[in-house]
């Protein structure tokens, strides 16, 4: 049987879906990571303009806290969720890239 044709060998079968299991976890990190940072933005995004009342009770160095958020606050929190997200998702890209080239010497 030619070799292009031929089932691959159980050893190959395993280490695909060792391959695809890590594939899957790393999607699952960076969706649950994208979530969690999106709904910290629609909070501050959000709730800020919609809690304005509530929020300029509560003071900051003289400010209220409302303005404080729609002046200063959400632009820093924007920044600080980019920052991890990058952070972050390096640290899930070099564990997949670890796992692949970990998998990929396993057979060489």
């Known amino acids: 049987m030619p ?3 031929a089932p691959p060998n159980e050893p190959d079968l395993e280490r695909q879906r060792r391959l695809l299991a890590a594939r899957a976890t790393h999607w699952r990190r960076t969706r649950r990571l ?3 940072l999106m709904a910290l933005w629609l909070a501050t995004g959000f709730c800020t303009v ?3 009342r509530e929020l300029a009770r509560v ?3 003289g400010w209220p806290l409302s ?3 729609a002046a200063q606050g959400a632009s820093l929190i924007c920044l600080a969720i980019i920052g991890v997200y990058a952070w ?3 640290r899930y890209d070099r564990d997949l890239a ?3 080239g970990n998998e990929a010497g396993v057979n060489a």
């Open 98 to 100: 670890r796992t692949m």
């Open 67 to 69: 303005f404080y958020m």
């Open 88 to 90: 972050r998702m390096r």
């Open 50 to 52: 919609f809690f304005a």
């Open 59 to 61: 003071t900051i160095f």
């Open 3 to 5: 070799p292009e044709t």
């Open 34 to 36: 994208t979530f969690v």
